[in-house]
């Protein structure tokens, strides 16, 4: 029998429940205090049925999702069975970005149902980058007018031309979206990724960079050097409108402030940066990002709400783990495991496995089922109870299609999805991969394409063989050398 993720505890009792197909079983369900666990549940089925308990709404969701996947085993029956079930993580995020490029509502709401179908529970909304901002904004219509299109893709051989590209989500949309996801018990975390990654809005707006100048949104992949100026009130009033504007759309408890990959070259030339370092007596400008994403967190606090940064927005050192929680992609540095290891709340959404715009020879499936991110080196046991979850963002500069989009996802998603639920327990790679071919077919009746059973655990040296023009699938280490030898003579 398939189930993903494996619930914590199944036994099979002997015999079958049986029903005509197609038609209904009974079930009873209720909430009970005597499952304390957040989000956990027991189906018992015997003789008269199907009995589902759970400690909470979320917990009797996760039963009847079960219960679908159970259901999709048999025809006509169901075994007599016991499940106990509760997941390993409270967050179980995977992540879209729809700036790179541009995805309907109807496309994300099927990744939402395939993502509910494997029990993730947030959903990171990456609305705003260098190239487009997706959101509809009234406080400062600019910046969805002239944010949101980008004259040209020039992503490399994906996406090489001159049009317009454009999209965004309406306010009614987004309202959509965030509604979709609450029937499913997934939280939408919208992300306003600032200082950095801001092409976009220093489009609509050049007056909040350091320098003023006219830029636009951004055509290629990259880290731009136009960014926020933090030493301006502007920038703060503009910030503070959008962040108003998205609580009011988004009621998630958290909301994702950005701060990845922020260059410093103009603020260290900027006159207002420089004397907003030294007002607040800080000698380093990541010591001035890390007191921005600080003070625009204490904002978020004041409406209830949790603020997310990426990795680098600690980087100074000087940032309290009150109100911040950390998603930690990529540090080169100590300071997300000193964070991790001080009890700072933190995902973990390492570039490598969890990136799955990377192709599935660099992450492949196996190396995402096998990952256990409470084996970092260097964790404590206060570290590996401060990582509140995982996820798996996908980032989108190469992919132009939804059929992309879902191959590049999945079936990596479900090894994602597994070790969010099931982080401790001992892993059974065969048994995963023939559950996994057995819910690729369900996927496909559900609109989403997995990549081909071929790509997924494509070998590194396979894939670069392949890129080198090989034929053959079985490369081997010694044929990429041979290759480069004789290319040497
Ligand atoms: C990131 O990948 N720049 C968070
Ligand atoms: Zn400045």
């Known amino acids: 029998m398939f189930l993903c993720p494996q619930p914590k505890k199944l036994e099979l009792k002997g015999g079958y429940f049986r029903f005509p197909v197609g038609s209904q079983f009974p079930v009873s369900e209720k909430i009970t205090p005597f499952l304390s666990q957040k989000e956990s549940y027991r189906i018992e089925i015997d003789a008269q049925g199907v009995h589902i308990e759970a400690a909470d709404e979320e917990g009797l969701y996760y039963a009847h999702t079960t219960l679908e996947q159970l259901q999709s085993n048999y025809r006509g029956c169901l075994p007599y069975i016991y499940i106990y079930d509760e997941p390993s993580f409270s967050y179980r995020g995977f992540m879209i970005d729809p700036c790179r490029h541009f995805f309907s509502v109807e496309q994300i709401k099927r990744m939402i149902d395939a993502a509910a179908y494997f029990k993730f529970n947030k959903f990171h909304f990456h609305l705003t980058d260098d190239q487009g901002i997706r959101m509809e904004l009234e406080s400062y219509p600019e910046l969805t007018a002239i944010g949101s299109v980008r004259y040209g893709s020039h992503f490399g051989k994906?996406?090489?031309?001159?049009?317009?590209?454009?999209?965004?989500?309406?306010?009614?949309?987004?309202?959509?979206?965030?509604?979709?996801?609450?029937?499913?018990?997934?939280?939408?975390?919208?992300?306003?990724d600032i200082p950095g990654h801001t092409s976009a809005v220093l489009a609509a707006m050049p007056q909040l960079s350091c320098t003023g100048e006219e830029i636009k949104p951004q055509t290629t992949a990259g880290i731009f050097p136009d960014v926020l100026c933090v030493g301006k009130e502007e920038t703060y009033r503009m910030i503070y409108a959008v962040l108003d504007e998205i609580c009011e759309i988004f009621p998630s408890e958290y909301i994702h402030i950005g701060g990845d990959e922020v260059p410093k070259a103009h603020w260290n030339d900027c006159p207002l940066c420089q004397e907003k370092r030294e007002s607040l007596g800080l000698k380093t400008m990541e010591e001035l990002h890390g007191a921005f994403s600080q003070e625009i967190s204490a904002y978020l606090k004041a409406r209830g709400r949790r603020a997310i940064c990426w990795n680098e927005a600690i980087r100074g050192g000087n940032v309290e783990n009150d109100n911040i929680t950390v998603a930690w992609w990529m540090d080169k540095t100590d300071a997300s495991l000193r964070w991790l290891n001080n009890g700072g709340p933190v995902i973990i959404e390492s570039f490598s496995p969890y990136y799955v715009d990377y192709p599935h020879g660099m992450h492949s499936l196996r190396d995402i089922y096998m990952n256990n991110p409470k084996k970092l080196r260097g964790l404590t046991d206060l570290g590996k109870n401060s990582i509140v979850g995982i996820e798996s963002p996908v980032w989108t500069e190469y992919i132009t299609t939804f059929e992309?989009?879902?191959?590049?996802?999945?079936?990596?998603?479900?090894?994602?999805?597994?070790?969010?639920?099931?982080v401790d327990e001992e892993k059974d790679f065969p048994k995963f991969l023939k559950s996994t071919k057995f819910f690729c077919e369900i996927l496909r009746e559900r609109g989403i394409t997995p990549a081909p059973e071929g790509d997924w655990n494509i070998l590194p040296h396979t894939r670069l063989g392949q890129t080198l023009g090989f034929v053959k699938n079985n490369i081997t280490k010694k044929m990429i050398v041979d290759f480069f030898k004789g290319a040497n003579k």
Request: glycine fraction near 4%.
């Open 404 to 422: 992309k989009l879902t191959q590049m996802c999945f079936p990596r998603w479900l090894a994602v999805a597994e070790t969010a639920w099931n």
């Open 158 to 192: 994906a996406h090489d031309d001159e049009e317009p590209y454009g999209g965004f989500y309406t306010k009614a949309q987004l309202r959509e979206i965030v509604e979709y996801c609450k029937e499913r018990f997934i939280e939408v975390i919208p992300e306003f």
